[in-house]
């Protein structure tokens, strides 16, 4: 029994080693831009931490079927990246917004 379950467990331990490290680095870029607004950085916490936990339900379910598994992870990276460019322009753009006024 011991040896299934760790048979099962392992695509997800090799998939949160990808998914974490981005996860804590867009954390730490939103915590790194001090944003204005306390609750900003809880919402986004509990969206990236939501957003790992569906990666990780959908990678295993995507385990059993060839050719399905990464795509949700592949996404993840993706759209991490678009995210923090896009929130670091917006604060770029409130910071001279504070400025000028």
Request: charged share 10%; glycine share 4%; aromatic share 16%.
């Amino acid at each position: 029994m011991q040896n299934n379950s760790r048979s099962v467990l392992h695509p997800l331990w090799e998939v949160s080693k990808i998914l974490l490290p981005i996860a804590l680095l867009f954390i730490g870029w939103i915590w790194l831009l001090h944003f204005p607004w306390s609750w900003l950085f809880k919402v986004i916490l509990f969206l990236d931490v939501l957003a790992v936990i569906l990666v990780l339900f959908a990678e295993y379910q995507a385990s059993s079927v060839n050719g399905a598994g990464g795509w949700m992870t592949f996404a993840f990276m993706i759209l991490h990246l678009y995210a923090a460019v896009v929130i670091g322009i917006v604060r770029l753009l409130l910071w001279l917004w504070e400025s000028v006024l």
